[in-house]
């Protein structure tokens, strides 16, 4: 079984999000089942790494977008990655989709429709002559044209779109249709229109053979008004059509604080001390005060989604209780500003670290005692299930992945409603919990011992792989 893996971020090169993390553990725990090539825009710090990739395939302009080739590389570890080089569109500073100051970039309908119709003519083999795909797994609205520029050109190769998150839709104005090539019928209702724009996000919900999203819980919640930003009814239908799936993700193998090798001392279940040990190079490296206290860390994209202004109102409340807190994490200017505010405010019990880096969040995760997850929607998360690995029990709202990930009372606390008295109510239980070491200790064992391995995801893939190309395009 040949898959095209479509992905515009993979942990190995590019991160924005949990995306690429997802990117580069799926491909790679399916590869005992399948022949899974990846395919990734050739930005600016993946081809700095492949200066003599091999091209193997040439497309055409079509529309406003340039003509580009595809080279071939692999990973250290041998898995296939198609390269779009595209200068024109790709090699840029700044991140995947915007310039430095977060600004996206004008072009990106063109940007990722030109990945997307460059990736379905690699599927049908046009582009290497020695490989074609029996199924595509697209990736969220930068990748989901794929299977309608497949149908537009009336090849028949199963699809597959995951949506990590319906809240990025990848909307357009309609003058964005003639620029991608795409046919003017499609701007319609039952097509990529969307209140009178362009949405990428729907062209895959509309064109796909299969939908899934990273937990079953997510899944149904997106077919109801509250989280299905608009496309509830397509979704319900899709469902209600056996197409719509939740499969949760996994976490690699990395996570372990055993043999975690950015841990100022790395440490199993029932090693407390050397936790201990942890939280005190966290409260150094973060300028916090001497303490006995907990400390609740939050590693996140710093944007509304992820309930970065509930933390912020129930900080006073945890550092008045005795607790302190670290953050890291990268965003919203106006969630940055208030969260270094608060560091201001209280240097000795408030740590904040603006920025993107793995070393910084597996320490938190390491040194703290509680996690905070008060996200609004959650379609899977990774943080908590990072967090339990090292015993930093989640406090998460009860939606989406969260749900299913964390037992309440067992290995975190779950509240119900996405409001700063309700997060409180979960913060007061961990409080207590912390007053009885016993109780703390058997929840962090219980959390750490916990599986999330991708193999079990894996498996739900592969299986769902041959049954869409049993089903057909
Ligand atoms: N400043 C920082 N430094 C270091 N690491 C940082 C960081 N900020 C965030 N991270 C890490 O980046 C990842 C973010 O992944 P999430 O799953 O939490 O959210 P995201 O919203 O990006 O992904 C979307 O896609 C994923 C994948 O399907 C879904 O799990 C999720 O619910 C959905 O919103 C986590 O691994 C987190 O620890």
Redesign the pocket.
Known sequence: MRVLFVTPEIDDFI????????SAALPRALRIWTDVRIILPGYRDVVTQFPDIEIVGECPALAEMPACSVGLAATKDGLPIYILLCPQLYDRPGNPYGDACGRDWPDNDIRFARFASAAALLASGKLDKNWSADLVHANDWQAALVPAYLAWSGVKIPTIL?I??LAYQGLFPKSSLRRIGAPAESFHIDGLEFYDKLSFLKGGLIYSSHLTT??ET?AREITTPELGCGLEGLLTKRSNESRLTGIL?G?DESWDPRVCAELMRPFGAGDWEAKRANADGVRQQFGLALSRGPIFGL?????H??GVDLVLSAADAIVSAGGQIVV???GETELENALMDAHRRRPDAIGV?I????R??RRI?AGSDFTLMP?RF???????M?AQRFGSLPIGHQT??LAETIVDGETGFLFTQPSTESFLGGILRAFATYGSKDRLNSMRRSAMSKSFSWNISAASYSALYRKTIVAGA
């Open positions: 991160r924005v999000g949990g995306l690429a993390a997802v995951t990590h998150n990273v937990s997510y993700n976490i590693v996140a994209r710093l944007v989604q992820k890291t994490g990268r670290a920025g993107f880096n793995d910084e969040a995760f996200s959650e379609p899977c998360g990774l943080s908590q990072y989406g992945g």
